[in-house]
T-cell receptor
Framework: AQTVTQSQPEMSVQEAETVTLSCTYDTSESDYYLFWYKQPPSRQMILVIRQEAYKQQNATENRFSVNFQKAAKSFSLKISDSQLGDAAMYFCAYRSAGGNQFYFGTGTSLTVIP | DAGITQSPRYKITETGRQVTLMCHQTWSHSYMFWYRQDLGHGLRLIYYSAAADITDKGEVPDGYVVSRSKTENFPLTLESATRSQTSVYFC????????????FGPGTRLTVT
């Protein structure tokens, strides 16, 4: 089974600053998909961004962008201009192409300091 | 309303009792999943289903039973609840095509006393 590792249990950032959350994964597959989910205090899981492994271009969604390093099996999330509403638990997830399961990291709790 | 719903949202039960958590989705997604979320463990897959009448074990299936007689429903049953099953349970669904993300329900907080 694939493993997904988030080595930062907690992170903090000043409002309006930039923060990067790390994620690494272990796989022998060449085609797969990576996701970042946000879980605010409401507990609802919200998709932040998605990256297809076959795409070299890093995905971007407004203030959220990823740094996808396929050879290093790294998938970090950068949040620019951090806002108070970004405070949440963030989960990295992996799904293989043609696969049926998602594999999640243990999460990073992000605090935004006013 | 379209989406994925779970019921109940909160449940307190006693050790040894049977409890069923309900999950309903309106998108006709092929795949449905049950996870438990515990501090330090993230989300762990309990069971998943690729279609009606097709289910398979995930990482932590012991003590749980699932069924899927209809595409839209995927109930999770704890046959004899234990304190170690105190957790937050999430149901999710996704399209058959793997590029698509999972959509999550709001979660059920279960406490076993």
């Amino acid at each position: 089974a694939q493993t997904v590792t988030q080595s930062q249990p907690e992170m903090s950032v000043q409002e309006a600053e930039t923060v990067t959350l790390s994620c690494t994964y272990d796989t022998s597959e060449s085609d797969y998909y990576l996701f970042w989910y946000k879980q605010p205090p409401s507990r609802q899981m919200i998709l932040v961004i998605r990256q297809e492994a076959y795409k070299q271009q890093n995905a971007t969604e407004n203030r959220f962008s990823v740094n996808f390093q396929k050879a290093a099996k790294s998938f970090s999330l950068k949040i620019s201009d951090s806002q108070l509403g970004d405070a949440a638990m963030y989960f990295c997830a992996y799904r293989s192409a043609g696969g049926n399961q998602f594999y999640f990291g243990t999460g990073t709790s992000l605090t935004v300091i006013p | 309303d379209a989406g994925i719903t779970q019921s109940p949202r909160y449940k307190i039960t006693e050790t040894g009792r049977q409890v069923t958590l309900m999950c309903h989705q309106t998108w006709s997604h092929s795949y449905m999943f049950w996870y438990r979320q515990d501090l330090g463990h993230g989300l762990r897959l309990i069971y998943y289903s690729a279609a009606a009448d097709i289910t398979d074990k995930g990482e932590v299936p012991d003590g749980y039973v699932v069924s899927r007689s209809k595409t839209e429903n995927f109930p999770l049953t704890l046959e004899s609840a234990t304190r170690s099953q105190t957790s937050v349970y999430f149901c999710a669904s996704s399209e058959l095509v793997s590029r698509y993300e999972q959509y999550f329900g709001p979660g059920t907080r279960l406490t076993v006393t």
